[in-house]
């Protein structure tokens, strides 16, 4: 029993390490910015997740109990890794005024990270909190 | 009761959390878990102006598999297109896919969901919420990118938040 456990977790680790160097890999390779973010945030999330059901697999097996930490870290990735890429663009297009002429104009007012800042002296300013209820 | 818990999903989640940071579920745990869970969104009330209504809590579970199937299919089809494919062959362009949700929290869930899943980043939201910037690392078509947001999350997501 403990061999399967064991191929098992093996093979789930080396699954999980392809495609971290995947992920690197097209981080690295692929040309320009809006592309290189789909690797870290598609290809590691595997990698990643493989890695974390390798080690419940292992510490369940080890200790005889349930080993439910690693969710914890699957969820907070899923949590955090589309809004890291998310502020990257809109960061990346801000920057780049040619990039925004390529744009695709929206229906109605027009995208979130162009349109000017509002000016209501009344709005509660960035890092303020809003008066309590 | 709406003053006791003022956001009884927020509550359910933090003990849920908890339980899990500290890997047991002995009822000290489960004690604590539940006065987490009661005075956190109690004394961060202000930051969370609206209530999440959650209309059909069963579907998420429908949700989670199919974005679940997804990630794994789309981690696939991104390594081939890493190994094989990456340089200027690769089609890739900004779509603008308009929706209709009603709730931010469901914008949110959408616009991470669609960063997760094949071949597509969010990049921007409209500033009336009403549309999302997509781009796609390599799409053939894509008005079958968004016909595939449109129906596959978009419609599952307007279900489950009322």
């Known amino acids: 029993m403990a061999t399967v456990v064991e191929i098992v977790v093996a093979a789930l680790i080396v699954i999980g390490a392809f495609f971290l160097l995947v992920g690197s890999l097209g981080l690295a390779k692929l040309p320009d910015l809006m592309r290189r973010l789909h690797a870290p945030t598609k290809a590691t999330t595997l990698g990643i997740g493989a890695t974390l059901v390798a080690s419940m697999i292992a510490f369940t097996a080890a200790t005889g109990s349930l080993s439910v930490h690693e969710l914890l870290i699957a969820v907070f990735l899923f949590l955090t890794a589309p809004v890291t890429a998310h502020m990257i663009a809109k960061a990346h297009m801000l920057r780049h005024p040619a990039l925004q002429q390529q744009l695709p104009s929206p229906p109605g007012t027009g995208w979130a990270t162009l349109a000017p800042a509002p000016v209501d002296p009344e709005a509660p300013r960035t890092g303020e909190m809003p008066p309590a209820p | ?162």
Not at chain 2, 8 to 37: D, E, F, Q, Y
Not at chain 2, 46 to 73: E, G
Not at chain 2, 84 to 104: A, E, K, N, Q, W
């Open chain 2, 1 to 162: 009761m709406r003053r006791l818990v003022p956001h009884p999903v927020l509550s359910v989640v933090i003990a849920v959390v908890w339980l899990a940071l500290v890997n047991s579920a002995a009822p000290g745990h489960v004690l604590l878990a539940a006065v987490l869970g009661l005075a956190i969104p109690h004394y961060s009330n202000r930051y969370w102006p609206d209530q999440v209504v959650i209309r059909r809590p069963l579907r998420i579970v429908d949700y989670i598999a199919v974005v679940a199937w997804d990630i794994l299919v789309s981690n696939v089809q991104v390594a081939w297109l890493v190994l094989f494919r990456s340089g200027p062959r690769l089609r890739s362009v900004l779509v603008t896919v308009p929706i209709d949700l009603p709730h931010p929290t469901a914008i949110t869930v959408l616009t991470g969901t669609i960063t997760m899943t094949p071949g597509t980043v969010s990049a921007d939201v409209a500033a009336d919420g009403r549309a999302v910037l997509v781009h796609c690392l390599d799409a053939d078509d894509p008005d079958a990118v968004v016909h595939q947001i449109k129906d596959r999350y978009e419609r599952r997501l307007k279900e489950i938040f009322a």
